[in-house]
């Protein structure tokens, strides 16, 4: 099992940036796949980026295309995901998530929140306009 714990969140101006982490606890991180998920007042929770268990596979949302980068060091446990080019739109609580994986599946990304078995408690981004 592994716990997850972000940081990072704040308010920020529009066209601002910002940089979460992802910090893991308990078992080693490497074996998980890692997303990003958002979740807005009053609207369904979004993916916003995924890394897989090697690094070498990302994805990401049409919304954060080109604006926000995902990327992992699993030395340090961590999974980053910074924002550049911040909108009114991005604002959300901002979640974490990881799914253990084997070896087959060392490259491959994960974009469904079902898929997902840890969760982290959230951090804000509130982005003015």
């Known amino acids: 099992q592994v716990q997850l714990v972000e940081s990072g969140g704040g308010l920020v101006q529009a066209g601002g940036s910002l940089r979460l982490s992802c910090a893991a606890s308990?078992?080693?991180?490497?074996?998980?796949?890692v997303g990003w998920f958002r979740q807005a007042p009053g609207k369904e929770r979004e993916f916003v980026a995924a890394?897989?268990?090697?690094?070498?596979?990302?994805y990401y949302s049409n919304s954060v295309l080109g604006r926000f980068t995902i990327s992992r060091d699993n030395v340090k446990n961590t999974v980053s995901l910074q924002m550049n080019s911040l909108k009114p739109g991005d604002a959300a609580a901002y979640y974490c998530a990881a799914k253990p994986v084997t070896h087959k599946w060392i490259n491959y990304y994960f974009i469904a929140d079902l898929e997902y078995d840890y969760w982290g408690q959230g951090t804000q981004v509130t982005v003015s306009s």
């Open positions: 890394i897989s268990w090697s690094a070498m596979s990302t």
């Open positions: 308990g078992r080693t991180f490497s074996s998980y796949a």
